[in-house]
């Protein structure tokens, strides 16, 4: 994969020593917490659905950990952009329903099947052709639609952790004014300081469910992997069903994040490749897709972690190796990550991103001949719509692509 450089900010404003490493770090820190906390439950469901026991769930848990890290960091520090990458969300949705009497090798066999139909796009670059038509401010739109769930519930969280995230709201409010580099760090201090002092009954069952995890005697991970069986049952129900669904509500919108945040140069098709070649290979110890992030790696793409575009590669990086780290712990870390408050993660989360929604608003509406088309984007991503088992990210395009090509007349006016 070529390096891709980005234009490098001035010397006067670019942060240096201490100040250009710990926003980087901090935002690695809270995108593998969104990353794992998020959505975690998903991936205990369809391990359920796989009838894996304790240990089985701990192998899946830490393959899949590993798959991501390695795949953040490496092409982190080989491209010098940010590379984030997650496990298939409505792709563990999907599992948690149609795993359900398939046995345990077929299953395996279709994420085989999952990876190599993403290596085959990436390779043949026909879905980076594809998105390459997809207008900027349709693109901009498809973000914003996407993060706008993670800005509304940081601010609806008052109502259920009002201790927790009235903290959390004071200390961002001020540090934005006064010390506006440090804004996410403080604020996740403030939540992680508020948390025990909190006297609701969520936030003492949390802390209750933490002190099980930690104290809980877990067990190792099995050290081989599965055996591995093929059918066309499983591959026709199973990893084509996994292959639509990451492609069109995961990578879709994860290279839309690369282009909002202007890595337009990316080589997205070898990405897509790596991310199949992984998925494949680590199949048999349970990784059934990873891909292009999106709310995650838009964590690590603000210019609050540093103003040149360049550097920014560095929160990713640290991602990568707190995901790698993950992966050795993956039992009781899953169990301390998944006793956190709710309400901590997604304020944090939806606090981080306010920069990045609201230039993708401003993207997708700067100019008029495609105002209307991208604001259709935005509002169908933001509906959470699901039709057909595919996510509302593919049906926003649908939708922009179509209103965009009928309202839009040569020269750009309507």
Known sequence: MPRVSMASASPETAPQGLAAWVPAGVAGFVCALVGITSSYALVVEAARAMDLGPAGLATLSSALLFAIGITCLLPSLLLRIPVVIAWSTPGAALLAVSLKGVPLAEALGAFVVCGLLLTLVGVTGWFERQMARIPVALASALLAGVLLRFGLEAFASVQTAPVIVGAMLSVFLLARRWLPRWAVPLTL???????????????????????????QNWPDPAPLAWPVRFSASAVLGVAVPLFIVTMASQNLPGVAVLRAHGYTQAPVSALITVTGLVTALLAPFGVFAINLAAITAALCMSPEIHPDPARRWTAAAAAGVLYLVASVFAAPLSGLFLAMPRELVITIAGLALLPTIGRGLAGALEQEPVRDAALVTFLVTASGLQLAGVGSAFWAVVAGLTCHALWSVRGGQR
């Open 189 to 215: 201090l403030a939540g992680l300081m508020a948390w025990p002092l909190a006297q609701s009954t969520q936030a003492l069952q949390a802390l209750e469910g933490l002190q099980q995890g930690l104290g």
